[in-house]
C-alpha cells in the first residue's frame, strides 16, 4: 500500500540508495499505489545526495508529466543536485 511502498522509498533514500528508490517508485504504478509526492520528494533527494543531477531531474519532469504538484522540498532538492554538479543552466530551466 502507499504508507508501505512511502516507507521503503523514504528508508531507500536516507541510505543514499537512490537506485532502489527509483525502483520502487517505477513499481508503483503497476501496483495500482498511487505515487505521492513525498516519494517523489525523497527519491529526488537521494539523486542529489548521490550527485545524480540527471536522474533527479528526469523525477521532476515526469511529476510535471503526472500533473503531481511541485513543493518546495522538490524544488529545491532540484535545485541543490544541479548545484553539485555546477549545472547552473538546467537551474534557470526549472
Known amino acids: 500500500d502507499k504508507i508501505t ?3 521503503a522509498v523514504s ?5 543514499s540508495h537512490w537506485d532502489h528508490a527509483l525502483m520502487l517508485l517505477v513499481e508503483m504504478p503497476s501496483a495500482h499505489v498511487e505515487l505521492v509526492i513525498s516519494c517523489y ?3 529526488i533527494s537521494a539523486c ?3 550527485g545524480e543531477q ?3 531531474l528526469r523525477l521532476l519532469a515526469e511529476m510535471a508529466f503526472a500533473h503531481v504538484e511541485l513543493n518546495t522540498i ?3 532538492a532540484a535545485v541543490s543536485a ?3 554538479r555546477g549545472q547552473w543552466d538546467q537551474v ?3
Open 5 to 7: 511502498y512511502s516507507t
Open 41 to 43: 520528494d525523497v527519491a
Open 92 to 94: 534557470l530551466r526549472l
Open 48 to 50: 542529489e545526495k548521490c
Open 74 to 76: 522538490t524544488c529545491n
Open 82 to 84: 544541479c548545484e553539485k
Open 11 to 15: 528508508a531507500c533514500g536516507k541510505g
Open 54 to 56: 540527471a536522474k533527479a
